[in-house]
C-alpha cells in the first residue's frame, strides 16, 4: 500500500521559510519522479514543482527562486523548502507520487499558513 505523509507546515509571517517533508512507503521510491502540489482556500489543486528520479527539477512560475524541491532516496523522503514566503503561498501541500495530471495518489497534506 502507497502511503505518503507529510508534515513540516505551520503558520509563518510573509518573508518567512519553512521546510515540508513527506515519507513515502509502499513503493520503490527511488524509481519514481515525485510532486508537490497545493490547494488554496476555495480554489483546485494547483502543481507546484516535480522531481525525476535522477534528480532534474521543475517549478511554477510564480515560486521559482523562492522554493526549492529535493529528495533523500536513502530515507524515502520528499522535501520543498519554502523562503520569501507570501500570503499567497497559503494552502495545503500534498506530496504526489509521480510527475503526471493524475493527483490522486497523494497525502494528507500539510497546511501553510502565511500571515502576519
Known amino acids: 500500500e502507497v502511503q505518503l505523509v507529510e508534515s513540516g507546515g505551520g503558520l509563518v509571517q510573509p518573508g518567512g521559510s519553512l521546510r515540508l517533508s513527506c515519507v513515502a512507503s509502499?513503493?520503490?521510491?527511488?524509481?519514481?519522479?515525485m510532486t508537490w502540489v497545493r490547494q488554496a482556500p476555495g480554489k483546485g489543486l494547483e502543481w507546484v514543482s516535480s522531481i525525476a528520479n535522477g534528480g532534474n527539477t521543475y517549478y511554477v512560475d510564480s515560486v521559482k527562486g523562492r522554493f526549492t524541491i529535493s529528495r533523500d532516496n536513502a530515507k524515502n523522503t520528499l522535501y520543498l523548502e519554502l523562503n520569501s514566503l507570501k500570503s499567497e503561498d497559503t494552502a495545503m501541500y500534498y506530496c504526489?507520487?509521480?510527475?503526471?495530471?493524475?493527483?490522486?495518489?497523494r497525502g494528507q497534506g500539510t497546511q501553510v499558513t502565511v500571515s502576519s
Open positions: 504526489v507520487k509521480g510527475a503526471t495530471t493524475d493527483w490522486s495518489t
Open positions: 509502499g513503493f520503490a521510491f527511488s524509481s519514481y519522479p
